[in-house]
């Protein structure tokens, strides 16, 4: 017959002994007439430092640049962070009330306690990786605060662990072996450290470069919600391929095209950003989001800032050819801006201008044609959403662009590129090659080889850090660059830009287009 178990004050005499009370979290925790007062602080501990977290990981990045920014989104996520903590606080105490006592106590305590200061790096880690690199970037406190944070709330998370197996009558071991406790703590240390230097952080200024150019101009078409199928009738003769993709709003999957980089590194997700008390915009940290774009938009804490090429971190294919110095033109594309030695005409000007998809196609169709009669480009690409806009069969004036272009591209007028995606309609998207330079077609490429194979037709070279890479095996020897540069390096996005009224008309024209709820 096994020992009864000691008397509750003497274990707490035992643990006082040992340094377990001498916190005043712990007293709290140990001392609370109720399982409930034994839970509430922890959970109260993990609301601060979630909120830490999450709030370090926008100082981290400079992604707040009002002075003090940082604390209001901290004020204002703790705010819905308690309610979210006691709300967790409850289960755990349900799950507390039918949880059979751990044997080993000690060890269940220390699996807490590790469990809480992963949760927090994890948080502050995943946001860190989730914003881009802005001026007034506070690495070093960030990660002190959330050290501290990460503390406080695993001492807590031990103690309450410890707390509910006392309440349980279970005996507790002589001492709680520290090595084991440093030792998780250093594994958290290390792994949060190994996941922030993974974090790509902006590279080396864009290398000068040395270009062969091809005797053919390019034009390259993208047409969104147009399925591979639909793009292999409207040009039956020229080689298609065919890519997959997961789910994703067009501005991603359109600036992965064009950059030739997945999202994680063109920093390009969504429609909008996130304006914090009307001064700057940011992208939430992850795991925040719906806090940023649900209860304080409501509470008229938070806008909503369009996307803009002021958030991409990589490069296009129509900016390394300007840089390069090819005479260059671009369209409605989704996070395009102006850059020197191209004529670009951003998404914004075209939609502002639309009332229906086939209203944007033929808006951007002329801003295209007035853009080519006055560069004369050896490269000139359009971006056309209508068929996405309105659901439908590709629009009249893109049908009529099309047919227009073909007709040039087989008359010995350059090389035409026809990139479709099936947008909101699917996760499917195809790549047809009206070029004198196209010799077959693969059964398969992906979305990012577009970019530096367009770069390589051109005679510049591509970048060897590229996702994608130039497909020279779709062409005859010689028509694509073979030299390579290691990069591009890292385009640095502008300032964070404020709400404007131009901003608002934009987004409301987005929603009315259908794009945004």
Avoid at 360 to 383: C, G, K, N, W
Wanted: a positive charge; charged letters at 20%; hydrophobic letters at 50%.
């Amino acid at each position: 017959m096994s020992a009864p178990p000691p008397p509750i004050d003497e274990v707490r005499a035992r643990l006082r002994a040992q340094g377990y009370l001498d916190a005043g979290i712990e007293r709290a925790i140990f001392n609370a007439p109720r399982a409930s007062g034994a839970i509430l602080p922890s959970a109260a501990a993990g609301a601060v430092a979630c909120v830490v977290a999450s709030t370090a990981a926008l100082a981290a990045r400079g992604a707040v640049v009002p002075a003090g920014g940082a604390f209001l989104a901290a004020a204002a996520l703790l705010v819905i962070e308690i309610p979210l903590a006691l709300a967790a606080a409850a289960a755990v105490l349900l799950a507390a009330r039918f949880r059979r006592a751990p044997s080993r106590p000690a060890r269940s305590a220390l699996i807490a306690a590790a469990a809480a200061a992963i949760l927090v790096f994890g948080l502050f880690t995943a946001g860190v990786r989730s914003l881009p690199a802005s001026p007034g970037a506070h690495p070093a406190l960030a990660l002190a605060a959330v050290a501290v944070a990460a503390f406080y709330f695993a001492r807590a998370a031990r103690a309450t662990s410890l707390s509910l197996a006392l309440r349980r009558h279970v005996p507790l071991p002589e001492r709680l072996s520290w090595r084991r406790g440093a030792a998780a703590a250093l594994a958290v240390l290390l792994g949060a450290a190994s996941l922030w230097a993974s974090r790509r952080e902006p590279g080396a200024a864009f290398p000068p470069l040395t270009i062969s150019p091809r005797p053919d101009a390019l034009v390259i078409v993208g047409l969104d919600g147009v399925s591979p199928e639909t793009l292999g009738l409207l040009a039956p003769d020229a080689p298609l391929v065919r890519w997959r993709r997961g789910a994703a709003p067009p501005p991603e999957i359109w600036t992965t095209i064009a950059t030739g980089v997945p999202p994680s590194r063109h920093g390009v997700a969504a429609f909008e950003r996130i304006s914090l008390f009307g001064k700057a915009a940011l992208t939430p940290p992850a795991g925040t989001g719906w806090i940023f774009r649900g209860p304080l938009r409501w509470a008229k804490a938070t806008g909503r800032v369009p996307v803009s090429g002021a958030e991409r971190r990589a490069w296009t294919f129509w900016e390394v050819a300007a840089r390069a110095g090819i005479p260059t033109v671009s369209v409605n594309w989704w996070a395009s801006e102006a850059v020197p030695g191209a004529r670009v005409v951003e998404n914004r000007e075209i939609a502002l201008r639309a009332a229906s998809g086939a209203e944007d196609d033929a808006a951007a169709i002329a801003a295209f044609r007035r853009a080519e009669e006055a560069v004369a480009p050896r490269l000139a690409t359009i971006y056309l959403p209508g068929a996405d806009i309105d659901g439908g069969p590709l629009s009249r004036p893109a049908r009529e662009f099309v047919a227009q272009r073909l007709a040039i591209a087989r008359a010995g007028g350059g090389a035409l590129w026809l990139l479709a995606d099936a947008g909101r309609s699917g996760a499917s998207g195809g790549w047809a090659l009206v070029d004198p330079a196209a010799q077959r077609a693969l059964p398969s490429v992906r979305a990012e080889d577009v970019a530096p194979s367009a770069i390589a037709r051109l005679g510049i070279p591509a970048a060897r850090d590229l996702a994608g890479s130039a497909r020279a095996d779709m062409f005859r020897p010689g028509a694509l660059e073979t030299a390579a540069v290691a990069t591009y390096g890292e385009r640095r996005p502008g300032a964070p830009a404020a709400p404007t009224e131009t901003g608002r008309e934009y987004l409301e024209k987005l929603k009315s287009l259908g794009y945004l709820q």
